[in-house]
Protein backbone atom coordinates (compact mmCIF):
# COMPACT_ATOMS: atom_id res chain seq x y z
CA UNK A 1 0.00 0.00 0.00
CA UNK A 2 1.42 3.27 -0.64
CA UNK A 3 1.19 6.60 1.53
CA UNK A 4 0.45 10.38 0.74
CA UNK A 5 0.79 13.19 3.22
CA UNK A 6 -1.58 15.92 2.56
CA UNK A 7 1.05 19.13 3.08
CA UNK A 8 4.21 17.84 2.58
CA UNK A 9 2.72 14.99 0.38
CA UNK A 10 -1.60 14.73 -1.66
CA UNK A 11 -0.93 13.88 -2.10
CA UNK A 12 -1.37 14.23 -1.59
CA UNK A 13 -2.79 14.07 -1.77
CA UNK A 14 -2.69 15.57 -2.37
CA UNK A 15 -1.54 16.10 -3.29
CA UNK A 16 -2.27 15.40 -2.08
CA UNK A 17 -0.24 15.53 -2.14
CA UNK A 18 -0.79 15.11 -2.16
CA UNK A 19 0.74 18.38 -4.27
CA UNK A 20 3.02 18.08 -7.12
CA UNK A 21 6.72 17.64 -5.21
CA UNK A 22 4.50 16.06 -2.18
CA UNK A 23 5.73 11.91 -1.89
CA UNK A 24 4.59 9.27 -4.13
CA UNK A 25 2.83 6.21 -3.73
CA UNK A 26 6.14 4.75 -4.13
CA UNK A 27 8.25 6.33 -2.44
CA UNK A 28 6.61 4.30 0.82
CA UNK A 29 7.29 0.71 -0.34
CA UNK A 30 4.32 0.72 -3.61
CA UNK A 31 6.73 -1.46 -5.37
CA UNK A 32 6.39 -0.55 -9.17
CA UNK A 33 2.89 -1.79 -9.69
CA UNK A 34 1.12 1.25 -11.01
CA UNK A 35 -1.75 2.54 -8.65
CA UNK A 36 -5.20 3.83 -9.80
CA UNK A 37 -6.87 6.97 -9.15
CA UNK A 38 -9.32 5.33 -6.54
CA UNK A 39 -6.37 3.91 -4.56
CA UNK A 40 -4.99 7.05 -4.65
CA UNK A 41 -7.81 8.63 -3.49
CA UNK A 42 -8.72 6.06 -0.67
CA UNK A 43 -5.04 7.04 0.41
CA UNK A 44 -5.94 10.46 0.34
CA UNK A 45 -8.81 9.96 2.63
CA UNK A 46 -6.69 7.68 5.07
CA UNK A 47 -4.04 10.71 5.72
CA UNK A 48 -6.52 13.05 5.82
CA UNK A 49 -8.22 11.12 8.96
CA UNK A 50 -4.88 10.50 10.36
CA UNK A 51 -3.62 14.26 10.33
CA UNK A 52 -6.85 15.53 11.05
CA UNK A 53 -6.28 14.71 15.13
CA UNK A 54 -9.16 16.62 16.47
CA UNK A 55 -11.34 14.99 14.25
CA UNK A 56 -13.25 18.67 12.87
CA UNK A 57 -13.17 17.77 9.55
CA UNK A 58 -10.64 20.16 8.44
CA UNK A 59 -6.52 19.95 8.71
CA UNK A 60 -4.78 23.01 10.28
CA UNK A 61 -1.43 23.95 9.49
CA UNK A 62 -0.43 22.76 13.33
CA UNK A 63 -1.89 19.36 11.98
CA UNK A 64 -0.11 19.27 9.04
CA UNK A 65 3.35 19.57 10.38
CA UNK A 66 3.53 22.57 7.51
CA UNK A 67 6.16 24.59 9.38
CA UNK A 68 8.89 23.74 7.12
CA UNK A 69 8.82 26.13 3.93
CA UNK A 70 8.01 23.35 1.18
CA UNK A 71 5.16 22.22 3.72
CA UNK A 72 3.72 25.52 4.27
CA UNK A 73 3.85 26.18 0.15
CA UNK A 74 1.84 22.63 -0.43
CA UNK A 75 -0.36 23.36 2.67
CA UNK A 76 -1.43 26.67 0.67
CA UNK A 77 -1.68 25.12 -2.53
CA UNK A 78 -4.67 23.04 -1.07
CA UNK A 79 -6.16 25.66 0.96
CA UNK A 80 -8.26 26.88 -2.16
CA UNK A 81 -10.43 28.79 -0.39
CA UNK A 82 -7.87 30.87 2.17
CA UNK A 83 -9.84 29.77 5.26
CA UNK A 84 -6.20 28.83 6.95
CA UNK A 85 -7.84 25.04 7.35
CA UNK A 86 -7.64 22.26 4.38
CA UNK A 87 -10.96 20.32 4.14
CA UNK A 88 -11.12 16.40 2.79
CA UNK A 89 -12.45 17.88 -0.50
CA UNK A 90 -9.67 20.86 -0.76
CA UNK A 91 -6.98 17.94 -0.10
CA UNK A 92 -8.57 15.45 -2.18
CA UNK A 93 -8.99 17.99 -5.77
CA UNK A 94 -5.48 19.54 -4.80
CA UNK A 95 -4.12 15.62 -4.66
CA UNK A 96 -6.04 14.24 -7.89
CA UNK A 97 -4.88 17.60 -10.08
CA UNK A 98 -1.12 15.86 -10.07
CA UNK A 99 -2.96 12.47 -9.91
CA UNK A 100 -3.96 13.23 -13.15
CA UNK A 101 -1.65 15.40 -14.50
CA UNK A 102 1.06 12.58 -13.95
CA UNK A 103 -0.89 10.28 -15.52
CA UNK A 104 0.31 10.69 -18.57
CA UNK A 105 -1.08 8.27 -21.20
CA UNK A 106 -4.54 8.56 -19.16
CA UNK A 107 -4.97 5.53 -18.54
CA UNK A 108 -6.58 6.22 -15.05
CA UNK A 109 -2.99 4.74 -13.74
CA UNK A 110 -0.25 5.98 -12.83
CA UNK A 111 3.30 4.18 -12.56
CA UNK A 112 6.54 4.91 -11.14
CA UNK A 113 7.70 6.40 -13.73
CA UNK A 114 4.99 8.56 -14.26
CA UNK A 115 5.48 9.98 -10.80
CA UNK A 116 9.44 10.44 -11.61
CA UNK A 117 8.39 12.72 -14.45
CA UNK A 118 6.24 14.21 -13.01
CA UNK A 119 8.88 15.25 -9.75
CA UNK A 120 11.70 16.17 -12.44
CA UNK A 121 9.55 18.76 -14.22
CA UNK A 122 8.24 20.29 -10.84
CA UNK A 123 9.88 23.54 -10.13
CA UNK A 124 11.96 23.69 -6.41
CA UNK A 125 12.04 26.43 -4.07
CA UNK A 126 15.78 26.82 -2.39
Known sequence: MFKISIA??????????????????????????????????????????????????????????????QGGQLFAMADANRDNRVSLGEATGVATQHFDHADTNRDGQVTREEWRQLREHMPTRG
Open 8 to 69: AGAVLAVAVSVAASAQTPHQHGGGDRAHSRAEFVQQIQQVFARLDTNRDGFITRAEAGAGAA
